[in-house]
């Protein structure tokens, strides 16, 4: 029987965080993990498609979405996050899939290691994200590659300014930066709408973690069946990210590109990231469960 359910598990330092379960409580299960700047809205797609068939877990990260600010801001405070909301969330034992998108990929990186992850991820999905140089290599800034380049990146995904209300200029920007070219109007409608909605201090704290990310460590602890997906016009972490992850993964499925899709991967493709996700939790958790 389908159901909806929030919670609110509680990380390492007290954090709460807000959650939500959406499907059968005897289906298998998804655990997604938004990016920066977004919220378990942005997951809308995949949660109306898998909740059919799957126990779909979302949840806001801290600051984020309906998950208070936290005045800790570290990839160390992600991956407490994500084991909390695993214990709250699944029985003893039991194995998810677990998708990341950007930050939420890196969320995943970040706990490759943890007791909780090792105990509960049957595979993982790493969707449009990167383990380190993300200043370096992202090309939203249209220049040679470079200090200035570096510089300006740093200062544009790290302003302090506040981003507004959802204007044709904004929405015509935020496509420019995370999105591709053939996007929908309507979807970057909703892409707009999700990121405005972040704080101006929580976009801009994590903007700062972003900037120095270096998890190249981690990627070699993550070993369980990882299959890593990108747009192969991605501004933010371009597919040299991707690929420089599948190479480092102790059991890779490899990269899917898909043609001309920026970074907003989940909105701007729910069908083949939820296709993908599916495929996932078809091959291994069906395969654990009758092992």
């Given amino acids: ?51 059919a068939d799957h126990r779909v877990i979302a949840y806001d990260q801290r600051g984020h979405g309906r998950t208070p600010p936290s005045p800790t801001c570290s990839t160390d405070a992600l991956a407490d996050d994500l084991e909390a909301v695993l214990e709250a969330t699944l029985a003893p034992g039991e194995k998810a899939v677990i998708a990341g998108h950007s930050m939420g990929g890196m969320t995943v990186l970040a706990a490759a290691a943890r007791p909780r992850m090792r105990e509960h991820a049957a595979a993982v999905l790493l969707c449009s994200t990167g383990a380190s140089r993300l200043v370096a290599e992202s090309t939203v800034v249209p220049l040679r590659p470079g200090r200035l380049r570096n510089w300006l990146t740093r200062h544009v995904l790290g302003s302090r300014a506040p981003l507004g209300p959802v204007t044709p200029v904004a929405k015509r920007i935020l496509k420019y930066a995370t999105m591709g070219a053939g996007s929908a109007p309507h979807l970057v409608e909703t892409c707009a709408r999700i990121v405005h909605a972040c704080p101006r201090r929580v976009r801009y704290a994590w903007s700062h973690v972003l900037s120095l990310l270096d998890l190249d460590h981690a990627v070699r602890e993550l070993s369980v069946p990882t299959a890593v997906l990108v747009g192969t016009a991605d501004r933010l972490t371009p597919p040299v990210h991707a690929h420089r992850l599948a190479a480092a993964l102790p059991h890779s499925l490899g990269v899917t590109e898909l043609p001309g899709l920026g970074h907003m991967t989940p909105v701007e493709a729910p069908g083949p990231v939820t296709g993908r996700i599916r495929e996932l939790v078809s091959t291994y958790t069906q395969l654990k469960e009758g092992a």
């Fill in 1 to 51: 029987m389908s159901s909806y359910r929030e919670l609110t598990a509680v990380s390492a330092d007290g954090s709460p965080l807000h959650v939500e379960v959406h499907g059968p409580e005897t289906a298998p299960a998804v655990v997604l993990a938004h990016g920066w700047t977004c919220s378990t809205a942005f997951w809308a797609a995949q949660i109306r498609d898998l909740a």
